[in-house]
């Protein structure tokens, strides 16, 4: 059986997809569709802000919809009211995709939101943030053997944010405080890494607060990142198939992007700005010159190393009839 208020509704909603001719009064159209008066005045100003926000109606002081498939959106809402069905799910799956979408992405809860929130954001910069939240993110440099003596940073992959990142992540209420997150982020994101206590230091760089648009939730984020530099007397520090080392230029560029992905640095950024001697002036993390791996150098330069690779065939070819 269909609940009072949300027959109420729905019949608020298709009163004004039906009606044609001059400007009603929304509770005057609820009062047609037989609602009591009461109900017809409550529901009027709701519905009226609601669909204002959906931009079905002309601004005024009596509704007008503002086309054919406009009243279509409304008489497709106020089916779903009717009937008790949501037109959004999935709202525990975090993590959004970039276009193309699929139907079933679209209407996926965090990606509405996502979508939602990015016009808002465009429409209005000062945008209020809906959310708040405490980060940790982590400066690890070192040098690169073959990379003309660079000083190099690291960078994850977020597969929820589609983007490269310092490592790092949000401050628990588990965590004693935000050094003890930060060390428990880089047990968790490099592989094979363990804290030894009075080896490993993280020397506090800064906070940066900054406003962006999460990926992950879909909704206006303020941040309030907590830098830390690690320092660590490990010849070579294990960072797994999602990590990258980035030069500084580009670790400091917004339109870097890795393997089609971005780097998330607007805070980084921020901080380079408040270090007395910038990123550049920050010591190594790692000692002496850091070797890569096989897998880093065909990642890095996949042409070369194909064209090696052709060369030394050629080299075997060309040998056999001398070995035979």
Not at 148 to 159: I, W
């Amino acid at each position: 059986m269909v609940d009072e208020d949300a027959a109420a509704v729905a019949a608020l909603l298709e009163a004004v997809a039906e009606h044609a001719g001059p400007p009603v009064p929304l509770s005057e159209l609820g009062r047609r569709a037989g609602l009591s008066g009461p109900v017809a005045d409550a529901a009027a100003p709701m519905v009226g802000a609601l669909l204002g926000a959906f931009g079905v109606l002309r601004p005024g002081q009596d509704p007008v919809v503002v086309s054919p498939q406009a009243r279509c959106f409304l008489r497709s809402i106020a089916s779903y009211v009717r009937s008790g069905r949501s037109v959004l799910d999935n709202w525990e799956r975090p993590g959004t995709a970039e276009p193309p979408y699929t139907g079933r992405q679209v209407l996926s809860g965090p990606q509405f939101l996502y979508l939602a929130e990015e016009r808002r954001l465009a429409l209005d910069p000062d945008a209020e943030p809906l959310r708040r939240t405490e980060v940790v993110q982590v400066v690890v440099k070192t040098r690169l053997r073959g990379r003309g003596g660079r000083a190099h940073y690291l960078v994850l992959y977020d597969d929820r944010a589609r983007q490269y990142q310092l490592p790092g992540g949000h401050v628990r209420s588990s965590d004693a405080d935000a050094r003890a997150a930060a060390f428990r982020e880089l047990e968790e994101e490099l592989p094979g890494y363990h804290h030894v206590p009075g080896r490993d230091s993280l020397r506090e760089l800064g906070t940066v607060p900054i406003v962006q648009l999460s990926r992950t939730f879909g909704a206006i984020t303020e941040y309030r990142i907590t830098f830390f530099q690690l320092e660590c007397p490990v010849a070579d520090l294990p960072v797994g198939p999602g990590g990258r080392w980035v030069p500084e230029a580009d670790v400091l560029d917004p339109t870097t992007t890795l393997d089609g992905a971005s780097l998330n640095v607007a805070a980084l950024e921020e901080l380079d700005r408040s270090l007395p001697g910038r990123l550049s002036g920050l010591p190594l993390s790692l000692p002496g010159v850091r070797r890569r791996s096989l897998r880093e150098v065909v990642r890095d330069r996949p042409w070369e190393v194909v064209g090696l690779v052709i060369g030394v065939l050629g080299l075997v070819v060309s040998l056999v009839p001398l070995l035979t």
